[in-house]
């Protein structure tokens, strides 16, 4: 049975850091590319970052360049996302998202909640 299971969401005061995990299980993790998505109360999920199943490559949304990154080590399950310097009166839930490489095959976790508050 494939599972994504995210964990590591919490309240974080603006400027502050948080790192998200997300463990894999039920599939090879190297065959997978990952991504970490985002999705604040009445908007659509959109993508924050991203990183191809050999760890070479990554993507990030605009608004986290240069302060989120996906750090990936295939021999070491799980992804994580490593998030510095909250911007104020953001709360979304962050869902680990895997795509099989030949993409035949796509998992969403449950999502771990992250409020942004003073």
């Known amino acids: 049975q494939v599972q994504l299971v995210e964990s590591g969401g919490a309240l974080v005061q603006p400027g502050g850091s948080l790192r998200l995990s997300c463990a894999a299980s039920?599939?090879?993790?190297?065959?997978?590319?990952m991504a970490w998505y985002r999705q604040s109360p009445g908007e659509e999920r959109d993508l924050v970052a991203a990183?191809?199943?050999?760890?070479?490559?990554?993507h990030y949304a605009d608004a986290v360049k240069g302060r989120f990154t996906i750090p990936r080590d295939n021999a070491k399950n799980p992804v994580h996302l490593q998030m510095n310097n909250f911007k104020p009166k953001s709360t979304c839930v962050y869902y680990c998202?895997?795509?099989?490489?030949?993409?035949?095959?796509?998992?969403w976790g449950q999502g771990t909640p992250v409020t942004v508050s003073s």
């Open positions: 998202k895997g795509t099989e490489r030949t993409g035949l095959g796509r998992y």
């Open positions: 039920g599939f090879t993790f190297s065959n997978y590319h």
């Open positions: 990183i191809d199943s050999p760890g070479e490559n990554t």
